[in-house]
Nanobody
Framework: EVQLVESGGGLVQAGGSLRLSCAIS????????IGWFRQAPGKEREGVSA????????YYANSVKGRFTISSDNAKNTVYLQMNSLKPEDTAVYYC????????????????WGQGTQVSVSA
């Protein structure tokens, strides 16, 4: 059973930082991507960042480039999203997701999803 569990969300002031974690279990293939997606009320779910677990290649949405950093600790089966310089526009439920293919932030390729963690950024 594939399981993705997010943690690390919370409330932070604009300009602050949070670090999200995604604990991964149940994958049977070495090559897969872990992505972070977010959904704010009334908006479509959008890709934030992703990483190819096999080689560490990262992907970033333009809106977070230079502010967010994705990383993986393969020994811990954990992917992190370091979020710096947070803006109110970053407020959303953040989801960790898994894909069996390396297709960056192509939403349709992600078939495994965590429960989400709330990130709220106050102005």
């Amino acid at each position: 059973e594939v399981q993705l569990v997010e943690s690390g969300g919370g409330l932070v002031q604009a300009g602050g930082s949070l670090r999200l974690s995604c604990a991964i279990s149940g994958f049977t293939f070495d090559d897969y991507n872990i992505g972070w997606f977010r959904q704010a009320p009334g908006k479509e779910r959008e890709g934030v960042s992703a990483i190819s677990v096999s080689d560490g290649h990262p992907y970033y949405a333009n809106s977070v480039k230079g502010r967010f950093t994705i990383s993986s600790d393969n020994a811990k089966n954990t992917v992190y999203l370091q979020m710096n310089s947070l803006k109110p526009e970053d407020t959303a439920v953040y989801y960790c997701a898994g894909s069996r293919v390396d297709a960056g932030l192509l939403l349709g390729t992600y078939t495994y999803w965590g429960q989400g963690t709330q990130v709220s950024v106050s102005a």
